[in-house]
């Protein structure tokens, strides 16, 4: 630096971030203003990629800032507009870190973890929490809304020394090239980040096409004489993980039941037959579940249960099980392995197994949800089963 001027360092620097700000409002805005939730997501997500890259250039700034001395303010400066511009700069230092911390913080306690660009998923600070949500909700607002109105300030006071006092401070932080990269970062951004992705497909999942899927395992599994496990639900779950935006978001099935016979020593007549009642589902946000009851996803309306069956069974050696089975979802049926270890302790059993499987082959997300983008079209099931021998 020298004595009048910025670096180009800290010249770039400025001018990129207030591009990305400006960006990260046209983002924010048009999430807001959207009637497609797939659209409000990527936006969102954008929004949440170019707010963490702020943060990590606000890092490089402040550590710029506190090994380069600013050059010094004209000797002639009233002391008001000089304490002023100290203000007001170490605040927008200062909401340079809060926003970005605020949303994240948002994003942790609404359980949508934030992914950077679909590359690098962050860590959550905080677990699930609806009320820390609503509150960390309001802080990002209202920091957003305070870097809005100090920008403004920070800019008219750099237009009145450039056009009333002509003191040449503007030009300190500016040249031609800064300043186009700032035009170029927001005409960019908005092309790559806010613009409409492909277009909607067209639903996929009919009542016409549901309705001629009638299948497999819709149908009851063969009757077994193998005794019929005594679950134990509490200590039972049915887990499911799917990918949003790039971050892994995590559901449970709250209710369902099964009727399982199975012995290793007889895989011809072991027996699973699960079904899962598709309203309560949970994933620790209300937005999401609420979301998953729409006729897209799982539509528990018109089709309250899903099933399991299997009474096709494989030994894989190593105590682990592979059992064949058809899940129908919405009345659309797909083979799913589901591979399982049971560990025996006299009468007490503990199935323990997972599933992979693609969300669109059972025609759940369908419509634009069927972007796979925004949402995977892969999901792990993860299930454990505790149960006695009667
Ligand atoms: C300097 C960086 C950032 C700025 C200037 C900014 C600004 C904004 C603004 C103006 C809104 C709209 C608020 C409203 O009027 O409702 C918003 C919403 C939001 N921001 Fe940021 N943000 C930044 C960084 C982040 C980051 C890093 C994240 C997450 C990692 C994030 C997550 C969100 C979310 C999820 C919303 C939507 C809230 C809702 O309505 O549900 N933001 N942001």
Redesign the pocket.
């Known amino acids: 630096m020298t004595n009048t001027h910025y670096t180009s360092t800290a010249k770039i620097l400025h001018w990129l971030v207030a591009g990305?700000?400006v960006l990260?409002?046209v983002?924010?805005?048009l999430?807001?203003n959207t009637d497609s939730p797939v659209r409000e997501l990527a936006l969102?997500a954008n929004?949440?990629?170019?707010?963490?890259t702020?943060?990590a250039l606000?890092v490089v700034r402040i550590l710029w800032r506190f090994r380069n001395k600013a050059p010094a303010l004209p000797a002639n400066m009233p002391r008001w507009q000089v304490l002023s511009s100290h203000v007001s700069h170490w605040t927008l230092y200062a909401?340079?870190f809060l926003?970005?911390?605020?949303?994240?913080l948002?994003?942790s306690a609404?359980a949508?973890s934030?992914s950077w660009f679909n590359l690098i998923q962050?860590p959550d600070f905080v677990a699930p929490n609806p009320d820390l949500k609503e509150t960390f909700?309001e802080i990002?607002?209202l920091?957003?809304?305070l870097?809005?109105a100090v920008a403004l300030l920070h800019i008219a006071a750099a237009l009145k020394h450039a056009i009333i006092d002509k003191d040449g401070v503007l030009s300190r932080m500016s040249s031609t090239a800064t300043v186009a990269l700032f035009a170029a970062v927001i005409v960019l951004g908005v092309y790559a980040l806010a613009l409409p992705g492909k277009p909607a497909p067209a639903a996929t999942s009919s009542a016409s096409d549901t309705e001629t899927a009638a299948s497999a395992a819709d149908e009851p599994v063969a009757s077994s004489t193998l005794p019929v496990w005594n679950i134990d639900y509490e200590a039972s779950f049915i887990h499911f993980t799917g990918d949003q935006a790039g971050a892994e978001f995590d559901g449970v099935w709250q209710d369902w039941d099964a009727k399982l016979q199975f012995s290793p020593d007889d895989l011809a007549s072991s027996r699973f037959d699960v079904t899962i009642r598709t309203a309560a589902v949970e994933t620790q946000d209300d937005d999401r579940d609420a979301t998953l009851s729409d006729p897209e996803w799982f539509d528990p309306k018109n089709y309250p249960e899903a099933h399991y069956r299997a009474s096709r069974f494989s030994d894989n050696g190593n105590g682990e099980f592979v059992a064949h089975g058809q899940l129908s979802i919405k009345g659309n049926t797909a083979p799913v392995d589901l591979v399982f270890t049971v560990d025996s302790s006299g009468d007490e059993r503990v199935l323990t197994g997972n599933a992979e499987l693609l969300r669109l082959d059972l025609g759940v997300g369908t419509g634009e949800w069927e972007d796979t983008d925004w949402v995977s079209n892969e999901v792990s099931v993860a299930v454990r089963v505790s149960a006695n021998l009667p």
């Not at 929004?47 to 963490?52: D, L, P």
């Not at 926003?99 to 994240?104: A, K, R, T, V």
């Open positions: 990305l700000i990260q409002f983002l924010a805005k999430a807001e969102l929004h949440k990629s170019v707010g963490i702020i943060l606000a909401l340079l926003i970005p911390l605020s949303g994240w948002m994003s609404s949508y934030v962050l909700e990002h607002e920091l957003a809304n870097l809005a």
